[in-house]
């Protein structure tokens, strides 16, 4: 969409526009650079202070993904103000803030613009030095790929307005969308991490292909061991999906292969759009378990090593 304008000559830029990176960075000196990003989303939930921590965390995510911190942030509201109290704006507010707070960040303002439905989400400005900024290309034949978080979230949500949800895996849910990526950037940040990027709205597969965006390499990927919230695949085995599936098909259908007479709903997972999803790694192979051991460590339980990095061979994501 950007393609057609002037290119940006300033050679402060690290990482701009041109890219499918998940923040832009702007060199300061040698020691430091800072990670530019945006995001808003409608709500998920009803809950106003959980919809604030989810966008929150969402918003702040991409920082994480190119291995900064995050600094400062700023509020973007679409709000009717017509037809809510303010008292709900000002709980999404809150819900927000206290993941900035956890984040380390601090909220500095922002702006509102009256709309028909609420919108939320951050401009946030982290720091990273400029010789570890992760990018989302960059994978080496035999990395071996790691994920953070499960997978299924957007399902979820549309399920859940049926309810056909249990309470227990919507919570299992909510639990995943609020956490940070804090805790898991930073046991990442003590390793070599030779790609990045995190999982959202183009779906697991869709941020996969961000990191083969030439023809040199394939994503090898074990669909058993991706891990997947409680009930997302019930969900699809049920006729749910999402409005975003189909178009997120339309971008790797061409570029992906699965094994004969698999589920098709196991191509849906891998399409399902994700709100605050994990981080995605590729890493050397000898540095997996380590890696694995510290997550875990830390809490970060559902990281499991999902796959491996090849020369290319066939296609650009094989599943098996």
């Not at 507010?93 to 601090?106: F, H, R, S």
């Not at 249990?166 to 990526?181: F, R």
């Not at 003590?190 to 790609?195: F, L, P, Q, R």
């Not at 709903?265 to 994990?278: A, N, Y």
Request: with cysteine; glycine share 8%; charged share 20%.
């Amino acid at each position: 969409m950007l393609a057609s304008l002037p290119q940006n000559n300033d050679p402060n830029v690290l990482v701009g526009f041109d890219t499918s990176d998940d923040a832009g960075v702007y060199l300061l000196n040698d020691e430091q650079a800072l990670v530019f990003t945006a995001d808003f989303i409608t709500p998920p939930v009803d809950d106003p202070y959980l919809f604030g921590q989810i966008a929150a965390a969402n918003s702040l995510s991409d920082v994480y993904a190119m291995g900064g911190k995050p600094l400062s942030c700023l509020n973007l509201v679409g709000f009717p103000s017509g037809k809510l109290e303010d008292e709900v704006l000002e709980r999404i507010v809150a819900g927000a803030l206290q993941k900035i707070t956890e984040a380390g960040a601090v909220l500095l303002g922002g702006h509102t613009t009256d709309d028909d439905e609420p919108k939320f989400g951050l401009t946030v400005t982290g720091l990273v030095h400029p010789e570890k900024i992760w990018r989302n290309i960059g994978a080496q034949p035999g990395d071996q790929l790691i994920l953070t978080k499960a997978i299924g979230s957007g399902v979820l949500f549309n399920a859940n307005l049926k309810n056909l949800v249990s309470k227990e895996a919507l919570q299992d849910c909510l639990d995943s969308l609020i956490e940070l990526n804090k805790a898991a950037a930073e046991v990442l940040a003590n390793y070599e991490i030779h790609a990045a990027t995190d999982i959202t709205g183009f779906g697991f597969a869709g941020h996969c292909m961000e990191m083969v965006p030439g023809s040199d390499l394939t994503l090898n990927i074990t669909l058993d061991d991706i891990p997947i919230l409680s009930e997302a695949r019930e969900m699809y085995e049920r006729g749910v999906s999402t409005g975003v599936n189909e178009t997120n098909r339309s971008l790797v259908e061409k570029y992906w292969k699965f094994p004969e007479g698999s589920a098709p709903i196991l191509q849906e997972l891998m399409l399902d759009p994700q709100t605050s999803g994990g981080l995605l790694v590729a890493v050397p192979e000898d540095e997996t378990t380590p890696i694995l051991k510290d997550l875990h460590n830390v809490g970060v339980f559902p990281s499991a090593c999902i796959g491996y990095v090849s020369n290319f061979s066939e296609a650009k994501l094989i599943f098996t």
